[in-house]
């Protein structure tokens, strides 16, 4: 089950690390070089997955309403700009996103 982000931590109302993550991805996605309909929809992920929650393919699907393939596709271009990382223990194909620190 997909969580959507808040914004908010649990424990702090005011701007955490959380949140400085979420900026930080963020402008890593927007100064990439991706087309606007890619770059739309992991900017979309990334406002409806919160930080430190594991996700995968089927949850993309889920989301975005796309194919399989797409979500397949957008982990593999997510993976590429290292904006996310697998997830071990989790099952195969689960990944989380990576938060500069």
Same mark, same amino acid.
């Given at each position: 089950?997909?969580? $959507?982000?808040? &914004?908010? @931590?649990? $424990?702090?109302? &005011? /701007? @955490?690390?959380?949140?400085?993550?979420?900026?930080?991805?963020?402008?890593?996605? #927007?100064?990439? $070089? #991706?087309?606007?309909? *890619?770059?739309?929809? /992991?900017?979309?992920?990334?406002?409806?997955?919160?930080?430190?929650?594991?996700?995968?393919? @089927?949850?993309?699907?889920?989301?975005?309403?796309?194919?399989?393939?797409?979500?397949?596709?957008? /982990? $593999?271009?997510?993976?590429?700009?290292? /904006?996310?990382?697998?997830? *071990? &223990?989790? @099952?195969?194909g689960k990944y989380v996103f990576?938060?500069?620190?």
């Amino acid at each position: 089950m997909i969580v $959507k982000n808040s &914004g908010f @931590g649990s $424990k702090n109302l &005011g /701007i @955490g690390d959380k949140n400085l993550g979420i900026a930080r991805l963020k402008s890593e996605i #927007l100064d990439a $070089k #991706l087309n606007a309909s *890619v770059r739309d929809k /992991i900017l979309q992920l990334v406002n409806e997955i919160q930080i430190n929650q594991v996700f995968g393919a @089927g949850d993309i699907v889920d989301i975005l309403k796309c194919a399989p393939a797409t979500a397949t596709n957008l /982990i $593999k271009r997510m993976k590429t700009l290292n /904006i996310v990382e697998p997830v *071990v &223990g989790a @099952g195969k194909g689960k990944y989380v996103f990576r938060c500069a620190k």
